[in-house]
C-alpha cells in the first residue's frame, strides 16, 4: 500500500538520523529508489520533508505544528509535576511519566533528583518498551495479556 510506504520514509528519521539520501531510504527500505523519489516528491510538496541540500532530506516544520497540537491536546505533563515533585521530594528519586505507544515508552514529563548520577529522561524521549526500569515498570502494568502476563 502506498500511505504504509510513505509513512515508512518517515519512519526512518530518529534523533541520530535527521538526514537521509534517497539511495540510503531506498537500502533502509528495500524499495527501488524511483519508488522512493515518487513519495519524497509528495512528502516535500506536503512539507513533511524538506530537501536541505541537493538529495538530502529531512523532517519538515509541520512536524512542529504537529507537536504543538498534541502537546495542547496533553495536559498531562503540567497537571502531573506537582505530583511529580512531591514524589521526588519524598523518594528522593527521579520521577518519570511514561505513557505506552506501541512497543514504545514516551516520556512527557520528568523531575530530576538532584544525584550525582542521573537518569536520563526528558520529554519526548523514545524508548524501547522492554528497555530500562521506567519501561519495563510500565509494561508490568499494561494489561491485555494472558493469565501468565504475556501481552
Do not use: W
Amino acid at each position: 500500500m502506498s500511505a504504509i510506504k510513505t509513512l515508512e520514509i518517515l519512519e526512518q528519521f530518529d534523533f541520530e538520523t535527521r538526514t537521509l539520501s534517497v539511495p540510503e531510504l531506498a537500502s533502509m527500505l528495500q524499495q527501488p529508489q524511483s519508488s522512493v523519489y515518487r513519495h519524497l516528491r509528495l512528502l516535500k510538496e506536503k512539507g513533511y520533508l524538506i530537501e536541505n541540500s541537493p538529495g538530502l532530506y529531512s523532517l519538515g516544520y509541520i512536524f512542529l505544528k504537529l507537536a504543538k497540537i498534541v502537546k495542547m491536546d496533553m495536559d498531562l505533563p503540567s497537571l502531573s509535576q506537582k505530583a511529580m515533585k512531591e514524589l521526588t521530594r519524598i523518594t528522593g528519586e527521579t520521577s518519570i511519566l511514561l505513557v505506552h505507544s506501541q512497543f514504545q515508552a514516551v516520556c512527557l514529563a520528568a523531575v530530576p533528583s538532584g544525584h550525582p548520577i542521573k537518569v536520563s529522561s526528558e520529554q519526548g524521549n523514545i524508548v524501547p518498551i522492554y528497555g530500562g526500569a521506567s519501561s519495563k515498570a510500565l509494561l508490568a502494568y499494561l494489561g491485555g495479556g494472558d493469565s501468565e502476563g504475556n501481552l
